[in-house]
């Protein structure tokens, strides 16, 4: 049992910063969370008195790419055509996400089984690495975006049958490409994929096996249609127009996003970055403001409607467990408000992949995943860059950026 207070506390769900704050933890769940003074504390109990620090809980990055790289990455072009070293790389990617204070990671899409395969080597303690929910090799098209991750299916038929194979082979939610993507040129990331029948075909029979679906969604025919068949999960959600030239965004679908509770999972990096030279620019915009100049400023825009925005890294190749450092670019860029920002990598992200009962806040009965990160984040997220210490399940997981034994052994842990 163990004890661990701090100047500031965050609990990710957006309530106002706790002062001198502390957070009781016993058999790996969270017992109480309120001020020092009056928190019911066993005797006995083992305290560590963080200091000025900030607590929060474990950052969830529910977008990356643990197994894949670069295609232009000549190690890694190695490396993939070896089923044990593949496994390596991801396991090294894994633990460097935990170092950073990543205590929960969703992989949307890799070859074959890898990510299912080191997700069980994480869960049996083979491995040091965090929470992983993973979902295979996503589905594509023949000539598809990402089609060498080997699941292909070319009608409503197939579509379903894959959804079906994932589920069988342990997948936990998902992945469809339903547009073309920039990491495949030939598949034209302007224009989408599947048709809405195809892609409410295979929203159905996920649901119907208690599976989210995710869909990668780079032009904006591809978000129509997937809202329109009841996808949970729109990532990117760039509205890209048929050409390079332009943005086609929709405010109507935006709407119907939120009456349905359609997240969008945001690619910080590319959300973040200038829209002209990359994506296109809007035509028009009727919705008061200057024209956004940046993705982040149209969902800005949409969650008014009441859409849920989380924030991911998209991940791939050797640059792992960057979130925490785009978070605090993301909010100097935009004078974004840090607690707002800390629930778009916590909470968040645990409701929309179905996490919330498990992890994402701090509350009592949830997994005790606990990042302590220097300074106030409230005063600026640049703290999350250097985290003093990560708890897993109430063992301590890492300290400064190195990995601890705790986290695969469970020496150490507080019961």
Request: hydrophobic share 40%; charged share 20%; net charge negative.
């Given at each position: ?11 990710g ?42 607590i ?16 232009d990455?000549?190690?890694y ?11 390596m ?20 899409g ?10 069980e ?52 939610f998902?992945?469809?490409?339903a ?5 495949t ?42 809202v329109?068949?009841?996808v ?10 048929e050409?390079?030239?332009y ?21 910080i ?7 002209k ?8 915009w ?12 149209i ?27 785009t ?67 109430g063992?301590?997981?890492a ?14 842990a507080?019961?």
């Amino acid at each position: 049992m163990i004890v661990v207070r701090a100047r500031t506390l965050l609990d990710g769900m957006g309530s106002p910063p706790l002062r001198n704050a502390a957070v009781l933890v016993a058999e790996g769940r969270i017992q109480e969370v309120g001020r020092a003074e009056s928190l019911s504390v066993p005797a006995g109990a083992r305290l560590i008195d963080a200091g000025d620090a900030t607590i929060l809980p474990g950052l969830i990055d529910a977008h990356l790419h643990l197994a894949m790289g670069h295609p232009d990455d000549p190690y890694y072009q190695e490396v993939r055509e070896d089923q044990g070293r593949l496994l390596m790389w991801a396991a090294a990617n894994a633990r460097a996400c935990l170092a950073a204070g990543l205590t929960t990671v969703c992989d949307c899409g890799g070859p074959g089984d890898a990510t299912i395969v080191l997700r069980e080597a994480i869960r049996a303690g083979l491995l040091e690495g965090p929470r992983m929910i993973v979902a295979g090799a996503p589905i594509t098209t023949t000539a598809g975006h990402c089609h060498w991750l080997g699941n292909r299916a070319d009608s409503r038929d197939e579509v379903v049958k894959a959804v079906r194979n994932l589920v069988e082979r342990g997948a936990d939610f998902v992945k469809v490409m339903a547009t073309g993507g920039s990491l495949t040129p030939a598949s034209n990331r302007y224009t989408p994929q599947y048709s809405r029948a195809e892609i409410a075909a295979l929203a159905a029979e996920a649901h119907r096996l208690r599976k989210h679906v995710v869909a990668h969604c780079n032009a904006a025919e591809g978000i129509r249609r997937c809202v329109a068949g009841g996808v949970d999960i729109i990532a990117h959600c760039n509205w890209l127009g048929e050409t390079p030239e332009y943005l086609d965004y929709d405010d109507d679908v935006a709407r119907h996003m939120g009456r349905q509770g359609t997240y969008v999972d945001m690619n910080i990096a590319g959300g973040i970055s200038p829209l002209k030279g990359r994506d296109g620019v809007l035509r028009e915009w009727h919705h008061g403001g200057p024209v956004p100049g940046a993705r982040w400023e149209i969902l800005r825009h949409m969650r008014q409607y009441g859409i849920q925005v989380y924030v991911t890294s998209d991940a791939i190749g050797r640059n792992f467990a960057e979130l925490p450092h785009t978070l605090a670019t993301m909010q100097r860029r935009f004078d974004c408000d840090p607690v707002d920002l800390i629930r778009m990598v916590t909470s968040v992200p645990a409701m929309a992949m179905g996490l919330q009962e498990t992890t994402g806040a701090l509350r009592p009965g949830l997994a005790a995943d606990l990042l302590v990160v220097p300074g106030d984040l409230t005063a600026g997220l640049e703290g999350l860059q250097a985290p003093e210490m990560v708890f897993l399940e109430g063992r301590l997981a890492a300290v400064r950026g190195r990995v601890s034994p705790a986290a695969r052994t469970g020496i150490g842990a507080d019961a």
